[in-house]
C-alpha cells in the first residue's frame, strides 16, 4: 500500500498569500528574494569597507554608498524587460553620473558646476600624464577610480545574481578586488576578508537554492514553502564552523616556499603595471606588496 504524504507548495516569496493581498514591497521583491540581496550587500560591503578602512586617500569619500546604489541600480534594471543592449548604456551613464557629482564633492571651493568642471580637467590631466610617461601627484584621481569601482562591484554583482542567476559573476570579482587590496595590507586587515566569505557563502547556498526552487516548480514538485529559510539556517552555521576552523590551522608551522616561488613567477607580468600605478599614483602612502598573503 502506498502511504500517503502530506505535500507543500509555495511560489517563492509568496509566504501563503495571493498576489493581490501581498504587501507593496513583496510585490516588488525580485524572485531570488530580498534576502539575497541582503546577502549581496554584506559582501560587497566588506570589499569597499576594507579599503576605505586602508585609509589610501585622506578624507576618502564613502565607498559602500556608490557601491549600494550601484547594487540597487543593477537589481533595478536587471527586473526589467527591455534588452541588456539598451539597458547596459544606461546603466553606464547613471553610475558615471553619481559617481561624478560624489567625487567632485571632495574639492572643497567652487559652485557644484565648477566643482565638475575642475574633476574633469584633472583627469584630463592625469590621462596626459599617463600617455606622456608623466609623474602625477593628484589623488583626486584615484578617488574617482576607487568610486568608479566600488560602484562597478555593486552593479554587475547584482546585474549578474539578478539577470542571469550567475552566482560566480556576481562574487568573483568581489573576490579578486578585496584580495588585491589585502595584498598591500598587513594581517590586521583580514577580518574584512572574513566577513566576505561569510557572505559569499551564504549568499552561494541562498541563489543554489532559489534554482532548485524554482526547477521544483517548473517540475510540479511539492516542497514545504520553509525549506528556503531551514537551508539559510543550516548554511549560517556550516559556514561559521566551517570558517572557525579554517582561521584556527596554524599557518605559521607550514612552510610557504614552493607556494611563495609560484606566486612570485605569476606576478612577474604585474610588476609593470604596478609600476607604472606607482608613477601614476605618486601621491598615496608608499605600501608595498606583500609578497604572499
Known amino acids: 500500500m502506498a502511504a500517503s504524504t502530506t505535500t507543500y507548495s509555495e511560489p517563492i516569496g509568496t509566504l501563503g498569500q495571493t498576489s493581490g493581498s501581498r504587501p507593496f514591497l513583496l510585490r516588488l521583491a525580485p524572485k531570488e528574494g530580498w534576502t539575497t540581496f541582503v546577502l549581496l550587500i554584506v559582501m560587497i560591503s566588506a570589499v569597499v569597507l576594507s579599503v576605505e578602512d586602508a585609509e589610501w586617500v585622506p578624507n576618502m569619500p564613502s565607498l559602500a554608498f556608490p557601491a549600494i546604489l550601484g547594487a540597487c541600480l543593477g537589481l533595478s534594471l536587471a527586473k526589467t524587460r527591455f534588452s541588456p543592449i539598451l539597458l547596459q548604456p544606461l546603466g553606464i551613464l547613471i553610475g558615471l553620473g553619481l559617481v561624478s557629482i560624489q567625487a567632485s564633492r571632495t574639492i572643497e571651493q567652487g559652485t557644484w558646476q565648477d566643482k565638475l568642471i575642475e574633476l574633469f580637467l584633472r583627469l584630463d590631466l592625469f590621462i596626459d600624464a599617463a600617455r606622456n610617461g608623466d609623474i602625477s601627484v593628484d589623488i583626486l584621481p584615484f578617488t574617482f577610480v576607487?568610486?568608479?569601482?566600488?560602484?562597478?562591484?555593486?552593479?554587475?554583482?547584482?546585474?549578474?545574481?539578478?539577470?542571469?542567476?550567475?552566482?560566480?559573476?556576481?562574487?568573483?570579482?568581489?573576490?579578486?578586488?578585496?584580495?588585491?587590496?589585502?595584498?598591500?595590507?598587513?594581517?590586521?586587515?583580514?577580518?574584512?576578508?572574513?566577513?566576505?566569505?561569510?557572505?559569499?557563502?551564504?549568499?552561494?547556498?541562498?541563489?543554489?537554492?532559489?534554482?532548485?526552487?524554482?526547477?521544483?516548480?517548473?517540475?510540479?514538485?511539492?516542497?514545504?514553502?520553509?525549506?528556503?529559510?531551514?537551508?539559510?539556517?543550516?548554511a549560517v552555521w556550516v559556514t561559521l564552523i566551517v570558517l572557525f576552523l579554517a582561521w584556527q590551522l596554524p599557518v605559521k608551522a607550514i612552510t610557504f616556499d614552493p607556494l611563495m616561488d609560484t606566486w612570485i613567477r605569476i606576478r612577474a607580468p604585474l610588476q609593470q603595471f604596478e609600476y607604472e600605478m606607482g608613477r601614476l599614483f605618486s601621491g598615496l602612502p608608499s605600501r608595498k606588496p606583500i609578497p604572499f598573503h
Open 146 to 234: 576607487l568610486l568608479v569601482s566600488s560602484w562597478l562591484i555593486g552593479y554587475l554583482s547584482a546585474w549578474s545574481i539578478f539577470r542571469y542567476q550567475n552566482i560566480w559573476a556576481g562574487t568573483v570579482p568581489s573576490g579578486f578586488a578585496i584580495l588585491t587590496n589585502l595584498s598591500y595590507l598587513p594581517d590586521q586587515f583580514s577580518s574584512w576578508f572574513l566577513l566576505f566569505l561569510v557572505g559569499a557563502m551564504l549568499l552561494v547556498t541562498r541563489l543554489h537554492m532559489v534554482n532548485k526552487r524554482g526547477e521544483w516548480d517548473k517540475n510540479q514538485v511539492h516542497y514545504p514553502r520553509w525549506i528556503g529559510a531551514f537551508f539559510l539556517n543550516e
